[in-house]
């Protein structure tokens, strides 16, 4: 009999099951059902209660008085025995934490059924029957801890043994990619799988969503996962749950805020619109929408936050925007020399090169470059004296980054019936950063440098538990998620028209068929730096977007035996994900062309602003570069068994098995590099390849071969049609 319930298991594991991705979050309640002088009883009726939701399920004892209730919600239950000719017995305030493992063991002592004992004492929270390590920081904890960044991922830092290996000061909520720098033991940045409700939150290098914390029921960490259910990861578990509606209305309100005008002055010369104003405003609630059945539990949170720091720029004087150096002195009070990069040639010692100065130290308007003598127009004019007679720093302003946030989430649980129960969530965070126009408006050109971005975020999951019988459930649950981050500011975007206007009769940015702005979803002024920062970037050197994202649906089939538990499920993670790095050019100007020295930059010769009145950038530090978005593709496909062997009371053997695949990533267009295979050589470009790899680096590429080392077996990177993996 145990043989063909086996086979069963293995069948449906095989046949029944869907693919999936996620690892379960619920908890488990067992124990054994005995008499007063330890005799085990067999068909004992149990039903565990929710005292929060008022749901009800049923169990019955086996043959050695053990019973097993699986996938129980976190949360505060009661449980209750009854059987002919004993006392009913009720145990209350059970505590379940997500991913627990309770035992509780049940006492029945002789009399009416009609006559009941119940125990309100909390029983043992201990748990005997795994030996994984867990840290659960729950509900009051996630409550009452004060957190300055309200973000629950940064609770994991209650552990001593967990590090932040990330930046510290981006720990705000809508910062994806901090959230999952944890260090959960020993080196694993980025390699840990974190989980909301069971489903995967990890998108690339980030997270794909936050939840807030007044929404957050519990989260626990795993460092030594020892449960074959459990994968995808090098590191640890973390696993946050979302708090449910209950058969009572229950709402919180907050608002946490830090307004500047209300500080005490400390130093009368700091000016107040300086510091930062912040504030976190939102709320909960949750109800019944049919009791006992149907719940309802959601969220909203948003956060205003102004990061304010001080810059400064180097700007040139109405004098030097007219070409006229003629005022402009080194930190000594001696005259900045001017040289024409055009007369440079050998000196008559025939090792070093000479130029000749421009006459008065002025440039004749006949030799600005027009595109600079435009710019120049526009550029926004010094606002501040100088730091020193070169006329460092002489514009100075208060650089403010402002993020704007809102997340909302809504969950739905329904206990459709005994047997069966399911939930669904949506969540959704937005974050808009936004930089303030230090040129009040004096930006033509929109030359200024900004860090604008948009960092959004979805997770959708849903899940359903069937209880095929008192010792048999079968479990589902999918989700999707994303995580959107790019450097987007639709103000500060140009067109090609714009770009056309300024460069009139040139298009640089495009090289042949190749045309450097296709592709790009927003357009803005090409990067330039003068004076390697010193005086000032502008423009924006590079768009970035990244958004990966991914499916996931999970399978369980669970059987409990006489003193076994047995899991099998599998899983599958399909993951995608736009990236690339759009570049807009990278000009940069120094004090070298125009000095005396084209070899070397001189503190006492040429000047940034004049070299770029004149049109001379630095050849050895621009660039235009060219990007494509890619579309990559990878899969992960799991299958695992899992045996909770109860030897004895005092003895338990958590046995399992593990097989994961993950595949390379691939791009369905081909715009992912592959490595090329020497040993399955193209016809075609033998004649070309070969010459490039020197016969003693082919013999040492052998010689480590022969080592069963790695070997790299490729000059270069290809994709090819019909080979995009």
């Not at 149990?46 to 050695?64: F, I, M, P, Q, Y």
């Not at 997770?459 to 095929?468: E, F, L």
């Not at 062309?593 to 602003?609: L, R, S």
Request: charged fraction near 20%; charge should be neutral; aromatic fraction near 12%.
């Amino acid at each position: 009999m145990r043989i063909r319930n086996i086979s069963a298991v293995l069948t449906i594991l095989l046949f029944a099951t869907v693919w999936v991705s996620a690892q379960e979050y619920r908890g488990r309640v067992q124990g054994v059902v005995a008499d007063s002088t330890g005799g085990v009883m067999p068909g004992a009726s149990l039903v565990l209660k929710n005292t929060a939701t008022g749901v009800e399920v049923s169990r019955v004892s086996n043959d050695e008085g053990r019973y097993v209730f699986d996938y129980v919600d976190p949360g505060s239950y009661s449980l209750s025995a009854e059987l002919p000719g004993f006392k009913k017995c009720v145990q209350q305030n059970i505590l379940v934490q997500q991913r627990g493992d309770v035992t509780v063991d049940i006492k029945m002592e002789v009399g009416e059924m009609t006559q009941s004992i119940t125990v309100e004492a909390s029983p043992v929270a201990l748990q005997f029957n795994t030996a994984s390590r867990d840290l659960t920081i729950e509900t009051k904890m996630v409550q009452d801890l004060p957190s300055l960044t309200r973000n629950p991922f940064q609770l994991a830092m209650l552990d001593p043994t967990i590090l932040n290996r990330g930046n510290t000061s981006e720990t705000q909520p809508y910062h994806h990619r901090t959230s999952n720098e944890m260090d959960l033991g020993g080196g694993t940045k980025y390699r840990n799988d974190i989980l909301l409700d069971g489903t995967p939150l990890t998108a690339g290098n980030k997270l794909g969503y936050t939840p807030p914390m007044d929404a957050v029921t519990e989260y626990t960490i795993q460092q030594n996962s020892v449960d074959a259910e459990f994968g995808h990861s090098a590191g640890g578990i973390a696993v946050v749950t979302m708090k449910s509606g209950t058969n009572e209305i229950h709402g919180s309100g907050y608002y946490y805020g830090r307004d500047p005008s209300l500080n005490a002055i400390t130093d009368r010369a700091i000016p107040r619109h300086s510091e930062s104003p912040y504030w976190n405003a939102g709320g909960t609630v949750g109800l019944p929408l049919l009791k006992n059945k149907l719940f309802v539990f959601g969220v909203f949170e948003m956060i205003e936050n102004t990061q304010a720091s001080p810059g400064t720029y180097t700007l040139p004087t109405a004098l030097e925007r007219a070409g006229d150096y003629s005022q402009s002195f080194q930190k000594n009070g001696n005259l900045r020399v001017i040289y024409d990069p055009t007369t440079t040639r050998l000196g008559p010692d025939g090792k070093t090169y000479i130029r000749d100065a421009f006459p008065d130290n002025k440039i004749p308007a006949s030799r600005f470059d027009p595109v600079a003598a435009r710019l120049m127009g526009g550029l926004w004019g010094a606002n501040s004296t100088a730091d020193d007679k070169t006329g460092l720093n002489n514009f100075k302003y208060l650089n403010e980054l402002v993020f704007h946030y809102y997340n909302f989430s809504s969950r739905v649980d329904y206990q459709i019936n005994e047997k069966w129960k399911a939930f669904g969530r949506i969540s959704r965070m937005k974050t808009d950063q936004d930089q303030t126009d230090f040129t009040d408006g004096n930006d033509p050109f929109k030359m200024r440098n900004v860090t604008g971005s948009k960092r959004n975020g979805w997770n959708i999951a849903a899940d359903t538990v069937y209880t095929v019988s008192p010792t048999t459930t079968f479990n589902i649950r999918g989700s999707y998620y994303m995580a959107e981050d790019k450097r987007d500011y639709p103000e500060m975007a140009v067109t090609e028209n714009d770009y056309t206007d300024l460069w009139k009769g040139t298009t640089w940015w495009k090289a042949g068929s190749t045309d450097y702005m296709a592709g790009r979803p927003l357009v803005y002024f090409p990067h330039m730096v003068v004076d390697n920062n010193n005086y000032g970037r502008f423009g924006v050197q590079n768009f970035w977007y990244q958004q990966p994202s991914g499916y996931s649906i999970h399978g369980r089939y669970t059987k409990y035996f006489t003193k076994h538990w047995l899991k099998a499920g599998t899983e599958v993670r399909w993951k995608r994900g736009n990236a690339a790095r759009f570049y807009f050019g990278d000009f940069r100007f120094s004090s070298q062309e125009t000095g005396k020295d084209m070899a070397k930059a001189e503190a006492a010769t040429g000047h940034p602003w004049a070299s770029f009145l004149l049109g001379a950038i630095n050849p050895s530090a621009s660039n235009v570069r060219y990007n494509v978005l890619q579309y990559a593709n990878t899969e992960m496909y799991g299958l695992y068994l899992q045996d909770d062997f109860k030897v004895s009371q005092n003895l338990t053997l958590n046995l399992g098995i593990r097989y994961e695949f993950e595949g390379g990533l691939w791009d369905p267009e081909n715009r992912l590099p592959q490595r090329l295979d020497l040993t399955d050589p193209i016809p075609g470009m033998q004649g070309i390849i070969d010459p490039l790899i020197p016969a003693d680096v082919k013999a040492k590429m052998a010689e480590s071969a022969g080592q069963n080392s790695y070997l790299y077996n490729g000059a270069f990177y290809f994709t090819e049609d019909g080979n995009n993996r």
